[in-house]
């Protein structure tokens, strides 16, 4: 089934295997192994999920623009090979960085990265820290790319009042007749509605910058090096567009500091570890502290609440509306997948953050 895609791309030797590869919500994704004259290289074959990112053409423009600015800046720092350190695309047959099939689908490939360990949650502080030093490092590396470069292609991401409208509108619909079932989390969400435009307002007032960020810097989007722990790169390049740091900062906490993960089958294990924040701030201070104005160092912590609700509340919308965005494994996984975000909010505010 994949061949005709990938006998369109410019790949080395003859197809060994091909499987599905990883643990990602939105797009699907395969590696591939190929034989070239007795070397096996690997590469990762995606499908961009269109009805996610309704303009896969704007997302491989974004794509492209940070992937060649990342090995631009790490050519000029001295690193030989970028494609081994960082996402790097494969060019098509028609010289472009991508393939359209004939039902007009998105196709794209990477060179793998063989040194690479992609851990869904947080071992420990070390890793912790990494993860942090790792989106530090990514913010640096984009610090010096203008941000209208970039196409804005999820309008509306991390523009958490909007998904709060959104889960007005699933409530009062009740589409797939779920309402009865997640009541205690829609009365939670009621009570914490001023969390809403905590960030948004930040960004609108231009009391911190607009930047380059990622938008998803979750725990497996950092990629570490499998021998020595050290941060490599980050991954999953399609959310990179115009925003502030707080939007990645908050996210990547609520990702970390969370040892049972976003999919945790026991709510009560679910928690908000102060050691794991505490290395993970660490890390990315170290690395973008250079560049971050005071005003912006200043209200990182709160982001963490921030992005923790919004997630929920993008997953208990989705669950009412029947799993439209979110890829689910049996039902009620969207519902359960709220309840672990609202647990892990309930946590930060009894630690005080």
């Given at each position: 089934?994949?061949?005709?895609?990938?006998?369109?791309?410019?790949?080395?030797?003859?197809?060994?295997?091909?499987?599905?590869?990883?643990?990602?919500?939105?797009?699907?994704?395969?590696?591939?192994?190929?034989?070239?004259?007795?070397?096996?290289?690997?590469?990762?074959?995606?499908?961009?999920?269109?009805?996610?990112?309704?303009?896969?053409?704007?997302?491989?423009?974004?794509?492209?623009?940070?992937?060649?600015?990342?090995?631009?800046?790490?050519?000029?720092?001295?690193?030989?090979?970028?494609?081994?350190?960082?996402?790097?695309?494969?060019?098509?047959?028609?010289?472009?960085?991508?393939?359209?099939?004939?039902?007009?689908?998105?196709?794209?490939?990477?060179?793998?990265?063989?040194?690479?360990?992609?851990?869904?949650?947080?071992?420990?502080?070390?890793?912790?820290?990494?993860?942090?030093?790792?989106?530090?490092?990514?913010?640096?590396?984009?610090?010096?790319?203008?941000?209208?470069?970039?196409?804005?292609?999820?309008?509306?991401?991390?523009?958490?009042?909007?998904?709060?409208?959104?889960?007005?509108?699933?409530?009062?619909?009740?589409?797939?007749?779920?309402?009865?079932?997640?009541?205690?989390?829609?009365?939670?969400?009621?009570?914490?509605?001023?969390?809403?435009?905590?960030?948004?307002?930040?960004?609108?007032?231009?009391?911190?910058?607009?930047?380059?960020?990622?938008?998803?810097?979750?725990?497996?989007?950092v990629m570490v090096h499998a021998a020595t722990g050290?941060?490599?790169?980050?991954?999953?390049?399609?959310?990179?567009?115009?925003?502030?740091?707080?939007?990645?900062?908050?996210?990547?906490?609520?990702?970390?500091?969370?040892?049972?993960?976003?999919?945790?089958?026991?709510?009560?294990?679910?928690?908000?570890?102060?050691?794991?924040?505490?290395?993970?701030?660490?890390?990315?201070?170290?690395?973008?502290?250079?560049?971050?104005?005071?005003?912006?160092?200043?209200?990182?912590?709160?982001?963490?609440?921030?992005?923790?609700?919004?997630?929920?509340?993008?997953?208990?919308?989705?669950?009412?509306?029947?799993?439209?965005?979110?890829?689910?494994?049996?039902?009620?996984?969207?519902?359960?997948?709220?309840?672990?975000?609202?647990?892990?909010?309930?946590?930060?505010?009894v630690a005080g953050l």
């Amino acid at each position: 089934m994949l061949e005709p895609i990938l006998s369109q791309f410019n790949l080395p030797g003859s197809l060994n295997k091909a499987g599905r590869f990883g643990s990602g919500l939105i797009n699907e994704t395969w590696l591939c192994e190929f034989n070239d004259r007795g070397t096996i290289r690997k590469f990762i074959l995606q499908h961009i999920n269109n009805n996610v990112f309704v303009r896969p053409d704007l997302v491989m423009e974004n794509v492209e623009v940070v992937t060649e600015h990342l090995q631009a800046r790490l050519r000029r720092e001295g690193v030989s090979d970028p494609a081994a350190v960082t996402p790097a695309l494969v060019r098509a047959r028609d010289h472009r960085l991508f393939h359209v099939d004939g039902a007009g689908e998105y196709w794209r490939m990477f060179h793998f990265i063989e040194e690479g360990l992609v851990l869904d949650t947080v071992r420990d502080n070390a890793h912790a820290y990494e993860v942090g030093r790792g989106l530090g490092r990514f913010h640096v590396l984009v610090s010096d790319l203008a941000p209208n470069r970039l196409n804005d292609t999820l309008p509306g991401f991390h523009h958490t009042p909007t998904y709060l409208a959104e889960l007005d509108k699933a409530v009062r619909q009740d589409a797939q007749g779920r309402l009865a079932e997640a009541k205690i989390e829609v009365a939670f969400v009621r009570e914490r509605r001023e969390l809403a435009p905590l960030l948004t307002d930040l960004m609108a007032s231009g009391r911190v910058p607009v930047r380059v960020v990622h938008n998803d810097p979750k725990v497996n989007n950092v990629m570490v090096h499998a021998a020595t722990g050290k941060a490599l790169c980050m991954l999953d390049l399609d959310t990179v567009k115009p925003g502030i740091v707080h939007f990645d900062f908050g996210d990547c906490v609520r990702s970390a500091a969370n040892p049972a993960g976003e999919d945790a089958p026991d709510l009560d294990r679910v928690a908000f570890d102060r050691s794991l924040y505490a290395a993970l701030s660490r890390g990315y201070l170290d690395e973008a502290g250079s560049f971050l104005t005071p005003a912006e160092a200043e209200l990182l912590p709160a982001s963490a609440k921030v992005i923790t609700f919004e997630l929920g509340i993008r997953f208990l919308a989705d669950h009412l509306r029947g799993d439209t965005y979110f890829r689910v494994s049996r039902p009620g996984h969207n519902l359960h997948r709220s309840r672990v975000q609202f647990r892990l909010l309930e946590r930060m505010e009894v630690a005080g953050l």
